[in-house]
């Protein structure tokens, strides 16, 4: 078994006894972040898993108010835009923005659309550090270890840009999309650099599929084979997952606080 270099942080894991009790202690962390700093600026993540989280910061909209919240989102697919049914700009819309009080000029999404996806992507970049950062990104981690569509083998400073999706990420995906409808092979996501500027990260991870990227990324070696392996270089990390997605964890320093586990 490969032990932790003793350089690298341990991020803070909480494990919760189902999806719904991790999803709500996520909602209940942005409403936290949200209150104490009404004009945050929050980094999203689409999929499967954090559509729970939304929902619980639909259920209490208004309080908090999104009015002043800026929202960057990890990544979209090239060539589809806000109207077709399997874009993360779709789901942003249809999961959490029509249904809140936020300003659509302050929510982001890369453009999947533009002509010149390279300059597209510089300009996401741009926009992020020129309205102050990231002060919280929440992510999922793909079943092969990415966060954002930062595949297997990106490298840990990696920026905004455009991407080859592996074969297990797109046929992940495909459910997403109509039937008889080839998914996108590339997509544009944020960098695991630009993961790494923000100020605080918050990944959650649900069911058993994720078992054995949450172990490679928590307990494996830090490397590019494991992209969720890169936040370790970070100090301000909180794992939430329930108890499927923790199977193959080690559990030495945690302890039972009643509705999970936590850092002793
Ligand atoms: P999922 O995707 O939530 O749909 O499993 C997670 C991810 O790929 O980051």
Redesign the pocket.
């Known amino acids: 078994m490969t032990s932790m270099p003793r350089d690298f942080a341990r991020p803070t894991l909480r494990i919760f006894k189902t999806a719904e009790m991790a999803s709500t202690a996520v909602a209940d962390l942005l409403e936290q972040r949200m209150v104490a700093k009404p004009d945050i600026t929050i980094g999203l993540?689409t999929?499967?898993?954090?559509r729970l989280v939304y929902t619980k910061m639909v259920e209490r909209a208004g309080a908090p108010s999104w009015r002043s919240v800026r929202c960057f989102n990890l990544d979209e697919y090239v060539g589809l835009d806000a109207s077709h049914p399997a874009s993360f700009a779709y789901y942003m819309n249809d999961l959490l923005f029509d249904h809140v009080d936020v300003d659509p000029r302050r929510t982001h999404i890369p453009d999947g659309t533009a002509l010149d996806l390279e300059a597209a992507a510089k300009a996401y970049e741009a926009l992020i550090s020129e309205t102050g950062g990231i002060d919280l990104q929440l992510?999922?981690?793909?079943?092969n270890g990415?966060?954002?569509f930062n595949e297997p083998g990106s490298e840990h400073d990696s920026r905004t840009r455009q991407v080859e999706l592996t074969p297990s990420?797109i046929a992940?995906?495909a459910p997403d999309f109509p039937e008889g409808e080839e998914p996108p092979a590339t997509a544009l996501t944020m960098g695991i650099g630009t993961i790494l500027d923000a100020r605080e990260i918050v990944l959650l991870a649900t069911g058993p599929?994720?078992a054995e990227a949450l172990y490679a990324a928590l307990e494996g070696p830090v490397d590019l084979d494991c992209p969720a392996s890169a936040l370790r270089k970070h100090s301000a990390v909180t794992v939430f997952c329930d108890e499927a997605a923790a199977a193959r964890l080690k559990r030495d320093n945690l302890s039972f606080t009643g509705d999970g586990y936590a850092a002793a």
């Open positions: 993540a999929g499967a898993t954090p992510l999922g981690i793909g079943r990415h966060i954002g990420t992940a995906n599929a994720k």
